[in-house]
């Protein structure tokens, strides 16, 4: 398996420009995860999806975020409209189920800077 | 909500032992990770603890005390490829079986 794939690996945009992350999971995991990390607060739960359906965004920031998911193969993460302190690295991660002993697998990350 | 305290960076030499502790606070806990992540890259899973007691997986350990909200990572025969991050991370089953992570500790390895 490929594992996780995110697209773009970097992102550089200017203020006010509307950008949209993507991933693949690993076919088979019915758990998919966005997080954020930044050096101040660390790795950070934005939103995650069980059998493609949203189960908790509690973690989103604001309205300017929006994440969806079509189907079992992949998730788009919206923000409209960026600003910079949303640069970041951007991942995303599955998993088997809710309860897995080996965690989460992660992507690679999409590393976006908003100027 | 959860408290995941961990120290921010460690230094240690190579070929020599090092223990990144790592404190929790948690209502429903599920199980600890522990994962290292490389400068740009992604983290990658090392190691899973549900009841206390020490993991043992080469050159790498990992302890639990559930009544305490205490974990440590221990890697032994530190080699320089192992100078990283080491994130702590906790599933809370009061809060879906999201985990949440730490801070990290950046761990460097001197010649």
């Known amino acids: 398996d490929a594992g996780v794939i995110q697209s773009p690996r970097h992102e550089v945009t200017e203020m006010g420009q509307e950008v949209t992350l993507r991933c693949k999971p690993i076919?088979?995991?019915?758990?998919l995860f966005w997080y954020r990390q930044t050096m101040m607060r660390g790795l950070e739960l934005l939103i995650y999806?069980?059998?493609?359906?949203?189960?908790?965004d509690s973690g989103m920031p604001e309205d300017r975020f929006s994440a969806k998911m079509p189907n079992a193969s992949f998730s788009t993460l919206k923000i409209q409209p960026s600003e910079p302190r949303d640069s970041a690295v951007y991942f995303c991660?599955?998993?088997?189920?809710?309860?897995?002993?080996?965690?989460?697998?992660f992507g690679s990350g999409t590393r976006l800077t908003v100027v | 909500g959860q408290n995941i305290d961990q120290p921010t960076e460690m230094t240690a030499t190579e070929g020599a032992i090092v223990q990144i502790n790592c404190t929790y606070q948690?209502?429903?806990?599920?199980?600890l990770f522990w994962y290292q992540q490389h400068a740009g890259e992604a983290p990658t899973f090392l190691s899973y603890?549900?009841?206390?007691g020490l993991e043992e997986k080469g050159r790498f350990s990992s302890f639990l005390s559930r009544s305490k909200g205490y974990s440590y990572l221990l890697l032994k025969e530190l080699q320089m490829k192992d100078s990283a991050s080491y994130l702590c991370?906790?599933?809370?089953?009061?809060?879906?079986?999201?985990?949440?992570f730490g801070g990290g500790t950046r761990v460097l390895v001197k010649p």
């Open positions: 999806f069980n059998n493609n359906v949203p189960i908790d």
């Open positions: 991370a906790v599933r809370d089953y009061a809060a879906g079986n999201k985990l949440t």
């Open positions: 948690t209502s429903g806990f599920n199980g």
């Open positions: 076919s088979g995991h019915d758990y």
């Open positions: 603890n549900v009841l206390d």
């Open positions: 991660a599955s998993s088997t189920d809710g309860a897995s002993k080996y965690g989460y697998t």
